[in-house]
């Protein structure tokens, strides 16, 4: 019976080691090598952000942690940064001792007034030495992120014509040229301020003005065939602004100039706006003052010299008349004193 006991024991010690697990020393360490990796925007922690406007710092910062999760490694880390078109700068490597992270910037550089558009950075982190030794395996990890260039408006406005010479009466266009400065196509709006209001929101006229250049300002009529204009980044379109001359009799009233001909200085100012600027922050727009001289087509000199010759055609007919009519006074006197002689 007792051995009957003793080999009952026997058989329970051996089932119970059976489940113990088998533990290799060249492994009892732990795990192989481990890296973690996250990035974020330093500004919004999501996208990396980059203004390009003429003035901007043309930068952005991504934050980046990197951990080393095993509990016995000293690992040596490498760090590879791609961000394409966008200049980077950060660390190559970072070594960490087990359970320790290291948190490290990454400063990214846009090229000035870069086109708007989104780039993407990756970055990957390998482990390359585990407590002073090549790493047993490929540990490595990567994160990535979206870098935007953000879109700024910029424009600028020309006159093909800054002064204009029209005649009274016509109807004339002129020609602007439309500049997209900025780093993105935009929707541009177009307006002219004529008598104090832009696109006839107010046609108040000073007070001190002179008559006959109120009456002008009043006669004369803007109109702008398209009020909105699509340009490209980077490229020139060309729009108009068509004017009337006044028409009125007043036109005697006007000055006369080193032509002879009456005419008028009148100004007005044409207003380019960035729709996506007004759309997003303060309007970026520019003013073109244009100046339109109206003239009469008829000189001073021609009407003083039709005056002058209808004068002397006068004073000559007088003239012949005087020399005819004292002849023939003569010739009667003549006839009579002849017949009292007879």
Known sequence: QSNMKAKILVVVLLLFTSTLPIIDSSSAQSAAPEVNLECHSLKNGSDVRIEVHPGATLEGI???????????????????????????????????????????????????????????????????????????????????????????????????????????????????????????IDLFRLGIQARGGFDGENDSIPEDMESWRY?????????????????????????????????????????????GQHSISVEFTVRVSSEFSCRYGACVFMDVLQEVVFFQNQTIESEEKNELTTESMSKEMVLYAGVGGGGFILFILCFSLIRKKK
């Open 62 to 184: 991504a934050v980046c942690i990197v951990s080393n999760p095993t509990s016995q490694y000293r690992e040596k880390i490498s760090i590879d940064i791609q961000s394409g078109a966008i200049q980077s700068t950060g660390p190559s490597s970072i070594t960490l001792d087990p359970n320790s992270e290291e948190e490290f910037q990454i400063t990214l550089r846009a090229e000035p007034q870069m086109s708007q558009g989104s780039h993407v950075l990756r970055v990957n982190a390998t482990v390359e030495e585990v407590n002073g030794a090549d790493s047993p395996n490929d540990a490595e990890t990567s994160y990535s992120l979206i870098i935007n260039i953000l879109q700024f408006a910029a424009l600028n406005v020309e006159a093909v014509q800054p002064v204009a010479m029209i005649e009274a009466g016509s109807t004339y266009d002129l020609e602007y040229d439309l500049y997209n400065q900025g780093n993105q």
């Open 215 to 259: 009456q002008a300002l009043l006669e004369m009529e803007l109109s702008l065939p398209a009020v909105r204009m699509e340009v490209n980044d980077g490229t020139a379109q060309k729009f108009k602004v068509s004017v009337h001359a006044p028409v009125s009799n007043i036109h005697d009233e006007w000055p006369i100039n080193s032509d």
